[in-house]
Each structure stands twice: as C-alpha cells, then as structure tokens.
C-alpha cells in the first residue's frame, strides 16, 4: 500500500512540473505572437517605439530601413537578440 502511494505522489510531482513547463512555454509562445503582431505594423512601431529589422519608416531623418546600422547611427538602441530598434 506504502508504495502504491509513493508512486501516485510521484506521479503527482511530474505532473506538477510538467504542467509548469507547459505554462511557461505557452506564456512564452502568447507573448512572442503579440510582440511581433505590434512590431511588424508601422503604426504600432511609430506608437510604441519598438520597431524590427527591416521595416521601412518615414523619419525626421527621411526614409530609413530599421537595421542595427541605421539604429546605431541614430543613436537608438539596437538588440541584437530581436534584432529591433527602440526608436525612442
């Protein structure tokens, strides 16, 4: 009987942390889906400062291509792991 229970806690324990898991990466799917609706979108970038490599904008500086160059020059701030500009 003794381990008939230390095998549905367990069970219970793996279940528990495989469900944490789930919801972190489904938290992390959700947020990357959202991050890059807004960023595509030039209006968003424009609204919230955030804008991705390679977006085309219209600028006090005239027609620019966001990429790390143009971000740099401007001195915004490029991140190389989104590979976006923060234009604000």
Not at 12 to 21: A, K, M, P, Q
Not at 55 to 72: A, F, P, V
């Amino acid at each position: 009987m003794k381990k008939i229970a230390d095998i549905i806690i367990k069970l219970c324990e793996i279940i528990s942390i495989l469900s944490i898991i789930l919801f972190v990466f489904l938290t992390s799917k959700i947020f990357t889906f959202i991050y890059s609706y807004l960023t595509d979108d030039k209006d968003a970038c424009l609204d919230i400062g955030i804008c991705k490599e390679g977006l085309q904008l219209n600028t006090e500086h005239g027609l620019i291509t966001i990429n790390k160059e143009t971000c740099l020059k401007y001195n915004w701030e490029w991140r190389d792991d989104w590979k976006d500009c923060h234009i604000r």
